[in-house]
């Protein structure tokens, strides 16, 4: 054949070329019709590493793979639903009794003599009386509220759709896990040993940042909630209630309950409620909290303060409430593969990542 003869067209490659962008098209529809259920897919998969501890007991008793994975949810869902109705019945009980306690509080004059007690306190409250009409404010907002009725139905339906979803992937999460992660180690592009390594870093972010943040906030809101109805605040597990959701959220922290009630309490000549209080909050934040923390983690990976810090407030303001999961596991799962990126590019500088090498907690989530 002369030199300057081309080649022969290859029929494969517009072929080729179609069925890649087939799948891209493919993979990018599936992506736009599963995102609607990224909350519920994000918590199924925290709940499923979470109780596995759990679902191993209960497959020693169960031999069912079926109806193991069915008790395992039933016990899931009850653990968490129960506690949250019977708050939620509570809160809205001590709500009302908020309200009625200020407006007691209101006609009695107790609210000027708290003000009095306090620095520019008379002049702070004088000002919001001159310029803020407390019933005009309230009349707008219950018609906000009977406004809105349509639409905090139609938010109520979706987070039950929300949850339906959750506990139907759950279920499947526990009863299928192990063709599940095969199939995903199988589409990784990394050995077994690789893809072991970046399913430990998975599993120690979603203890880290999930299971160990939560219960300790949780601790926080009922040990802060008994000490405010220790001293005799009112409304206690309203502010435990509150306490244990700030306590969940980066940077913003229960502080912003305990110091003002503190300082109220100083207000009153309350001294040693005020004491009790504030100790309860200095302690707290500065020791138990952390140690607490510490000891959840069971000594797991544990990213920088800058890191953890963009993938909460990041994962939260893309993803909602289940950011708090997507943010670090997204972050985590990065900085895993750059990890393993940089082991295949300097193997002299790492010791390779053999089975020895895998934590012994990964280990029982990717053969169990």
């Known amino acids: 054949m002369p030199a300057d003869t081309p080649a022969p067209a290859d029929p494969t490659r517009p072929r080729v070329a179609a069925l890649g962008l087939l799948t891209l098209f493919g993979v990018a529809v599936c992506a736009l019709v599963a995102y609607p259920f990224l909350p519920a897919l994000a918590w199924a998969v925290a709940l499923a590493v979470m109780a596995l501890p759990l679902h191993r007991r209960v497959e020693r008793l169960i031999p069912y793979p079926s109806a193991a994975a069915a008790a395992t949810t039933t016990l899931v869902v009850v653990l968490l639903g129960v506690p949250v109705?019977?708050?939620a019945g509570q809160l809205a009980r001590e709500a009302g009794s908020a309200v009625a306690t200020v407006e007691r509080a209101g006609e009695s004059g107790k609210v000027d003599e708290v003000a009095a007690r306090v620095p520019n306190g008379p002049w702070a409250l004088d000002w919001a009386r001159r310029n803020v009409d407390v019933d005009a404010e309230a009349r707008t907002l219950v018609r906000r509220l009977a406004g809105d009725a349509a639409l905090f139905a139609q938010g109520a339906l979706g987070a039950a759709l929300q949850t339906l979803v959750c506990v139907f992937i759950l279920y499947f999460a526990l009863r299928d896990r192990r063709r599940l992660l095969g199939s995903v180690r199988d589409t990784l592009p990394m050995?077994?040993?690789?893809?072991?390594?970046?399913?430990?870093?998975?599993?120690?972010?979603i203890h880290a940042t999930v299971y160990a943040t939560v219960l300790e906030a949780l601790v926080q809101g009922v040990t802060g909630g008994l000490v405010f109805w220790w001293v005799g605040l009112p409304n206690p597990v309203l502010w435990g209630t509150v306490m244990f959701a700030l306590g969940v959220l980066p940077v913003v922290g229960a502080v912003l309950v305990w110091l003002p009630a503190g300082l109220w309490l100083l207000a009153v000549d309350r001294f040693g409620d005020a004491a009790a209080v504030l100790g309860w909050g200095v302690l707290w934040t500065g020791l138990v909290?952390?140690?607490?923390?510490?000891?959840?983690?069971?000594?797991?990976?544990?990213l920088h303060a800058v890191p953890v810090l963009v993938a909460y407030v990041g994962g939260l303001a893309v993803f909602g409430i289940s950011g708090?999961?997507?943010?670090?596991v997204a972050v985590a799962v990065t900085l895993g593969l750059v990890d393993v990126w940089h082991r295949r590019l300097h193997p002299?500088?790492?010791?390779?990542?053999?089975?020895?090498?895998?934590?012994e907690s990964t280990a029982r989530l990717v053969t169990a």
Not at 191 to 205: A, I, K, N
Not at 289 to 302: D, T, W
Not at 348 to 359: G, I, K, N, R, T
């Open 289 to 302: 909290g952390n140690v607490l923390y510490a000891y959840l983690a069971g000594g797991r990976m544990r």
């Open 191 to 205: 050995t077994r040993t690789e893809s072991d390594y970046l399913f430990t870093r998975v599993d120690d972010t």
């Open 348 to 359: 002299e500088e790492h010791a390779e990542l053999s089975p020895a090498a895998v934590p």
């Open 324 to 328: 708090m999961v997507l943010g670090p």
């Open 85 to 87: 109705v019977l708050v």
